[in-house]
């Protein structure tokens, strides 16, 4: 698959983007490419400028050196509302929700976001808008999270909360989805489940995933690329990086 | 934070019909402090849009209060008053266009930086009036009332002749805003003010340019301010810089935590209240103000959502033992007890 890889164009790239904080350079000259239909992880050590990729990506920090296109068009430095209108969700680390706010107004709101609506729609009453709340049953459907509609979502469970995250994410309807992490806290059985739907996902988003268990990163991912020290040590497809030498030395050690 | 629909419009139209029967049993003298506080009950309502449902606490309310009044003194010639359908609407333009640039520029900060900023703004306006003399300078002025024309029909508001008047027209303003409010909170607008509140950067990464949003809800805020201002300069017939400076903006916070910032009608019991307790302290004491600091201090210790957070008797131990969580937890709280 590594032809067809580079025969399609890459639907967000990065090229040469680098993040300076003070004198330290989180990121630094990191090239990748997230094509569609294909799951890219991005594997290393603590530290080693995963999440700040993630956030600049995301528009949560700006670079600092470099350029993001989204279909050739430069969208580096643009803001989080705007990256995620344009078509690039993400997920939290670290679960991040409207805590006081039921499950469903969490999905919905998200749904709101990219509806594109007419000022005077806004002042329509909001129970109103069977639209926004059915993509937002719907999203909730698809992650497995069914049931709890009603409930503040600071009383989910943990795993529940990082469900939530996903379908909050797929409500804006990315086509680029960013996942920090998503497999934190997650018991064995939701991890299962959440196995198949990243698959089934991959197959209509870009998908670049952050993640520390390296038994589901190999068992998922199409491409690869390994971080070390805020820069690109290698990439490729799985079993070449898994044989990949200096991978072995700077960050799998004995695990594959 | 918004009113249980069916609950919500019989307490409304219950609340109305309560104080629309108080001038037929109080005197005059009465019936002008209930002007009054109907008034301030609108500038803690319009503030609480901020306080309380997009949680921005600004201390440059009264800035647009204030200016509401002196536009009212401004554009009135001093033979005669003006028809209330022209001072209205032009008071409540002028605090929003002041809203605007206000907000415009003091949304780019958070917290207590925007605490700050909107103090300042509404120091420099304070003494654009105290110090020059566009309204009378620092002793204020005197204004011809506006008049009440309606197809033809034309009232004199005079105060002594009028009071009953001007108390319904009061009236019906605020209940008018409560009712706007509470569509406003219901719409998808109010929604995405209310994800603001409980997490901003959130709704920032699902897409949401909240500074648009509270831009919005900071231009309304202060021209519903406007609307109360506007009643002032109509009931007192008088302006001065004390309408607007920031002695008023902290006052309607108070109003506001003394009635609960987590419901739509706890800022108006609180207003009510707060111009109540102010009127028995003066009776019974000379510190009228270390009464109300007392009243108030106890009221915010025991029951941390205000008057309107009440439920005798276990409420008051509710009440302690969520003494000191963060508005948003008790948010969370007030959900799960309904």
Redesign the interface.
């Given at each position: 698959m590594a032809e067809s890889r580079a025969a399609s164009a890459p639907l967000l790239s990065t090229s040469a983007l680098g993040r300076n904080f003070g004198g330290l350079a989180a990121v630094r000259d990191v090239s990748i490419c997230l094509h569609q239909g294909e799951l890219h992880a991005v594997i290393g050590p603590n530290g080693a400028g995963k999440s700040t990729l993630v956030n600049l990506l995301s528009g949560h920090l700006a670079p600092t050196a470099g350029l993001i296109q989204l279909d050739g068009r430069d969208i580096s430095g643009e803001p989080a509302w705007r990256m995620t209108r344009l078509g690039i969700g993400r997920s939290f680390q670290r679960t991040n929700v409207m805590s006081s706010l039921s499950v469903l107004e969490n999905v919905r709101l998200a749904a709101q976001a990219v509806a594109g609506l007419r000022l005077s729609r806004l002042f329509t009453p909001a129970a109103r808008e069977n639209v926004l709340v059915e993509a937002a049953r719907h999203c909730l459907e698809r992650v497995g999270l069914m049931g709890v509609e009603d409930r503040p979502c600071g009383l989910l469970s943990h795993g529940e909360q990082r469900q939530l995250e996903i379908a909050m994410t797929l409500a804006a309807r990315p086509r680029v989805l960013l996942l920090d992490e998503p497999l934190a806290g997650m018991g064995p059985e939701e991890g299962e489940r959440f196995m198949h739907l990243l698959k089934d996902l991959a197959r209509e988003h870009a998908i670049l995933l952050i993640e520390h268990d390296m038994d589901f990163v190999f068992a998922v991912a199409d491409w690869m690329t390994v971080m070390v020290d805020g820069t690109v040590l290698a990439e490729g497809r799985p079993p070449a990086v898994r044989a990949n030498a200096e991978v072995q030395r700077a960050y799998l050690g004995g695990h594959a | 934070m918004l009113p249980e629909s069916k609950l919500g419009w019989m307490g409304l139209a219950l609340g109305a019909a309560v104080l629309a029967a108080v001038p037929l049993f109080v005197r005059p003298y009465y019936v002008e402090l209930g002007t009054y506080a109907l008034i301030a009950a609108m500038l803690a309502l319009s503030l609480n849009l901020l306080v309380g449902c997009t949680g921005l606490v600004s201390l440059g309310h009264g800035a647009f209060y204030g200016l509401a009044a002196y536009t009212v003194y401004l554009i009135t010639p001093e033979e005669h008053g003006l028809s209330l359908l022209v001072t209205l609407p032009v008071a409540v333009l002028a605090a929003g266009v002041a809203a605007l640039v206000v907000g415009a520029l003091s949304l780019r900060t958070r917290g207590f930086f925007f605490l700050m900023v909107t103090l300042a703004f509404g120091q420099m306006l304070f003494f654009l009036f105290h110090d020059t003399k566009i309204g009378g300078g620092a002793d204020g002025a005197f204004l011809a009332r506006p008049t009440l024309s309606l197809l033809g029909f034309e009232l004199e508001l005079t105060r002594r002749q009028r009071p009953v008047a001007i108390y319904y027209i009061g009236l019906v303003q605020m209940v008018a805003m409560y009712a706007g409010l509470a569509?406003?909170l219901?719409?998808?607008?109010?929604?995405?003010l209310?994800?603001i509140r409980?997490?901003e950067?959130?709704?920032?990464?699902?897409?949401?340019?909240?500074y648009r949003y509270k831009l919005a809800a900071f231009v309304i805020a202060g021209m519903l301010a406007g609307v109360a201002g506007h009643m002032w300069a109509l009931h007192r017939g008088f302006v001065n810089p004390e309408l607007v400076g920031w002695h008023r903006s902290a006052e309607a916070l108070l109003m506001i935590l003394f009635g609960g910032l987590n419901t739509l009608h706890g800022p108006i019991l609180g207003a009510l209240a707060f111009t109540g307790l102010g009127e028995v302290a003066q009776l019974l004491t000379e510190r009228k103000l270390l009464v109300e600091g007392l009243v108030i201090l106890f009221v915010v210790l025991l029951l941390p959502n205000g008057l309107s957070g009440m439920r005798l008797p276990g409420g008051w131990k509710r009440g302690l033992a969520a003494t000191g969580r963060p508005p948003?937890?008790r948010?969370?709280e007030s959900?799960?007890h309904g």
């Open positions: - | 569509l406003l219901r719409s998808l607008f109010g929604r995405v209310e994800g409980v997490n950067n959130r709704m920032q990464a699902i897409g949401y340019n909240t948003a937890e948010g969370a959900l799960r």
